[in-house]
């Protein structure tokens, strides 16, 4: 009977085409619009050489200093800042405000004048170096003056000794864990929600063998069948449909996609197995304590799971990181957040405690779920009217 | 008036979902509301920051308090842990870790052995600049002053130069940019809230029974249809209105200047797109289940590729291109030229009315469709 039972549902949930679309197709849909939009996002946040102008006058070219520090900082090498034109006034401020450029510079007899269009990090880096270019002057005049006090008259000795070292590149030893790429995040929220719309499947199980839901279910329940061997195929039929859901995401977002997951891939799926499991007991719970109609209870599932994945970092990652600092008990009772905290903590620090820890609450999560609906289920007798 | 009261009625039943729609758009439209700055003169960027002082020492004071002027120093656990997640969500943006030994080290003529995180972004690089640019001074300075106060205090006084900044813009950009970026999102819950309501009504109508009920009826279908159409665009324009009083309660006078009607002017011609295409896709499709996957799909698909999400200078090319064919594209486009744009006046809103006109198009379009489709359906 198991296996009967298993079997048609199985039949019937790969023919509900709603649920198919739900749980195969739209995240798929999803994974591709985030991979259009996010494909340059972060190489978009690292620094690019920009486009500045220096308005030409002979200010400009009898100083000296400025110029050989413009000329160094545009020159091609790792270092460089950015590129420069040398046009008149009219052409500067024209390209300003064509947004060709982040801003020019113009010198006067003594100084020089930045103008810029925006508030911004390239404005602010132009500013940077104008003011860098200003304290090494004010660092070379403090040198040699206290040289000259101490007696050293060889000033030009001790100008080109101070520029050697301004100019030499101070490196500091760089620490940072290697996987920093935060639109991953993303991606794994993605197959939370995968994971987690399986409670609509599940839920749609519960359904059809609960007498007060549909006819079926009333059939169903007349069956002289223990109501633990249908749930139980129920549920397993659910789980085969989830991971085969789950199996095609995966094969879609690292084949296609080119999504790189970057660890072992078994451990990775080992979360999505038991984030889907966790998916399940929402969906049957929410399926069992309701008494309400279909309509009702998915709009209400939706609902829930929609709002735990904003919880987890759906709709901006900055969300989760928030509630992880602030409130992290929330996080730690929230089956989005386990899952994608799972694959963030496999990600970034690999396999280790903080990963064993969310696979371990996703089960507690999913018993303590499964074990309400079985006792609200249990010995439901129905008046005779 | 039975089926204006009818569509009405409907309606009410759906309302959590256009306050749930509404609700995203408050929370991500007006996200960022901390940075509320007025700026006329030019601002800074200070990149946000970690530092672990493990050197009790002068010297590694003068540094901490350098970076507490010109950056910003974020509160973080002082774990591994913390500091890591903290690099990753870009809470902060550079680490700097101050070993013990870092002042004697610096006056022995070494860069004081620092090692630093760092997220990889720009404000990363301002941040190092910083760093690089301290490390060098005190460098060069320690050699002259051997008093550590007196050092630290030159250090300063050569570090604090202050260029003169001409910021040329007239307009108050980060305000603009952000009621710019408001009504970007509410393409995203504007497609949403009409197509989906206006779907879902329309397919109760045209259940089987209540299509056969008012077949039946003494009512002519020209009439029906008028009112269905009267209906549906109150609809749209109350949710245009609804959306503008939001924009009013967040952004305050700004949505009324010329500059905000402009902005108005134009979420109202894209509600009347949403609105055709809705009437189109419920011709289509007239189950309901399939209504709300089909919404989702067209919505999120502008918002993703249009930019109603990421702003679309992020977007790559190739997409900016596939999003020339969604009406979305045009109406943001819009958007972000009006919160650029130093003066208004016919000429220079050129573009704007191109905009305008080729939304107007999507939507003689989608009529054309519609008609096509439900001529087709009646052979049916």
Known sequence: ????????????????????????????????????????????????????????????????????????????????????????????????????????????????????????????????????????????????????????????????????????????????????????????????????????????????????????????????????????????????????????????????????????????????????????????????????????????????????????????????YVIDKNIPILNMINPAAMITDGFYALYYYGFESRYIFNILSLIVFSLIMLLISSISLRRQKYDSI | MTVFKTFWKVVKRYKGTIIGFTLMLVIFGSINMSSNDVTSSFKETKPDIIIVNNDNTILADGLVSYFKENANIIDVKNTERAIDDAIFYRDASYVIYI?????????????????????????????????????????????????????????????DENSKVELTTKINTTELSRLSRYYNFASYTLIAVILFIICLVLSSFNKETTRKRIVVSSM??????????????????????????????????????????????NTFIFSFVALCMALFISTLVKNKEAVSGIVNVVALSQAFLCGAFIPVVWLPESVIKIAHVLPAYWYINTNDFLAELEVLSFTNLKPIWINMLILIIFAIIFIILNNIASRKKMVL
């Open chain 1, 1 to 320: 009977m198991f296996i009967h039972n298993f079997k048609y549902s199985l039949k019937v949930l790969f023919r509900n085409k709603s649920l198919i679309f739900w749980t195969f197709i739209f995240p798929i849909l999803l994974g591709t619009f985030f991979h259009m939009a996010f494909k340059d996002i972060e190489n978009n946040e690292t620094f690019h050489a920009f486009d500045i102008a220096v308005v030409n006058s002979p200010y400009y070219e009898n100083n000296t200093i400025f110029k050989k520090a413009i000329n160094e900082a545009s020159k091609e090498s790792d270092n460089k800042l950015f590129n420069v034109k040398v046009v008149n006034k009219k052409d500067a401020s024209k390209m300003l405000e064509n947004k060709e450029i982040t801003g020019y510079l113009e010198f006067s007899n003594s100084d020089v004048n930045i103008i810029i269009n925006d508030n911004g990090i390239y404005e602010t880096i132009l500013k940077f170096f104008v003011d860098e270019v200003n304290s090494n002057k004010k660092i070379i005049e403090n040198t040699v003056n206290e040289e000259i006090s101490k007696g050293n008259l060889d000033y030009q000795m001790v100008i080109s000794n101070v520029m050697e070292k301004l100019n030499e590149t101070v490196e500091f030893k760089n620490i940072s864990r290697s996987n920093l790429s935060y639109t991953m995040i993303e991606y794994y929220t993605l197959i939370a929600m995968a994971a987690l719309y399986g409670g609509a499947i599940s839920m749609y199980i519960i359904n059809k063998n609960m007498p007060n839901m549909s006819s079926v279910g009333k059939r169903n329940s007349t069956a002289p069948i223990p109501k633990s061997t249908l749930l139980l195929s129920g549920l397993l039929a659910s789980l085969v449909v989830q991971i085969t859901g789950l199996i095609l995401l995966f094969i879609y977002t690292i084949f296609i996609l080119k999504i790189d997951y970057n660890s072992n891939i078994w451990l990775i799926a080992l979360l999505a197995v038991v984030g889907s499991l966790a998916g399940l007991s929402l969906g049957c719970i929410i399926g069992t304590i309701l008494k309400t109609n279909e309509n009702a209870k998915s709009g209400i599932l939706i609902a829930v799971t929609m709002f735990l994945s904003f919880l987890s970092g759906m709709m901006g990652i900055t969300m989760k």
């Open chain 2, 99 to 159: 070993p013990d030994g870092y002042e004697d080290n610096i006056l022995n003529g070494g860069n004081g052995n620092i090692e630093i995180k760092s997220s990889g972004d720009y404000t990363s690089n301002l941040a190092e600049m910083l760093l690089t640019r301290y490390i060098k001074a005190i460098k060069v300075l320690s050699k002259e002053y051997s008093d550590k106060t007196t050092l630290l205090s030159k250090v300063n006084n050569a570090l």
């Open chain 2, 220 to 265: 002519d279908y020209k009439k029906h249809n008028k009112y269905i159409l009267i209906a549906s665009s109150l609809y749209s324009i109350f949710v245009v209105i609804l959306y503008t009083i939001l924009a009013f309660i967040i952004f305050g006078s700004l949505t009324f200047t010329e500059r905000g009607l402009l902005y108005i002017l």
